[in-house]
Antibody, heavy 120, light 108 residues
Framework: QVTLKESGPALVKPTQTLTLTCTFSGVSLNTSGMRVSWIRQPPGKALEWLALIDWDDDKFYNTSLKTRLTISKDTSKNQVVLTMTNMDPVDTATYYC????????????WGQGTLVTVSS | SYELTQPPSVSVSPGQTARITCSADVLPKQYAYWYQQKPGQAPVLVIYKDNERPSGIPERYSGSSSGTTVTLTISGVQAEDEADYYCQSVDSSGTYVVFGGGTKLTVL
């Protein structure tokens, strides 16, 4: 069974950098076709895609947030990491990682999410 | 970038059919996906590639596509179907992910 679990700080201060980790079990990040996205959802609001990384290390970012985001993976730990700089209270949200198979377009399977609050 | 347009809310009585639409110019060229999200829970995939149903999703969930609009249909709605539903697709390059604004399904 493939599982994803997000981890990171529950509270960050404005202007700080957020680092979130998505840990996979049951599948290798090197698996051909593995695509992993980060998605967030402010309280009571809609989903917003942030970034994705592919099995071959291609990376793509939400154009409106691109300057603040970095996505990477550590295959030895089977983890995907997202950093977001210059955090603001409007970035308060539940952050999800999700995986899909690029080759069969089977849709995203999500982790449980982690709530991040930005406050001084 | 572009947007996927969904109605903010849909209401139906138990046993009726609910239809939730999602519109965008890119939809004739790219697949659409539908996710169900209940309060306090992560989204769950209910339809992929416009009209395919993942294993474990009840048969009352179906998807269809016509031109620039895709539709999620829930037949014989049950109280447990009350949730937010999001459509998702990608841009014309096939890479950048986009979500609709979500539709709150209320079972009266």
């Amino acid at each position: 069974q493939v599982t994803l679990k997000e981890s990171g700080p529950a509270l960050v201060k404005p202007t700080q950098t957020l680092t979130l980790t998505c840990t996979f079990s049951g599948v290798s990040l090197n698996t051909s076709g593995m695509r992993v996205s980060w998605i967030r959802q402010p309280p009571g609001k809609a989903l917003e895609w942030l970034a994705l990384i592919d099995w071959d290390d291609d990376k793509f970012y939400n154009t409106s947030l691109k300057t603040r985001l970095t996505i990477s993976k550590d295959t030895s730990k089977n983890q995907v990491v997202l950093t977001m700089t210059n955090m603001d209270p409007v970035d308060t949200a539940t952050y999800y990682c999700a995986r899909m198979n690029y080759y069969d377009s089977s849709g995203y399977v999500w982790g449980q999410g982690t709530l991040v609050t930005v406050s001084s | 970038s572009y947007e996927l347009t969904q109605p903010p809310s849909v209401s139906v009585s138990p046993g009726q059919t609910a239809r939730i639409t999602c519109s965008a110019d890119v939809l004739p060229k790219q697949y659409a996906y539908w996710y169900q999200q209940k309060p306090g829970q992560a989204p769950v995939l209910v339809i992929y590639k416009d009209n395919e149903r993942p294993s474990g999703i009840p048969e009352r969930y179906s998807g269809s596509s016509s031109g620039t609009t895709v539709t999620l249909t829930i037949s014989g709605v049950q109280a447990e179907d009350e949730a937010d539903y999001y459509c998702q697709s990608v841009d014309s390059s096939g890479t950048y992910v986009v979500f609709g604004g979500g539709t709150k399904l209320t079972v009266l």
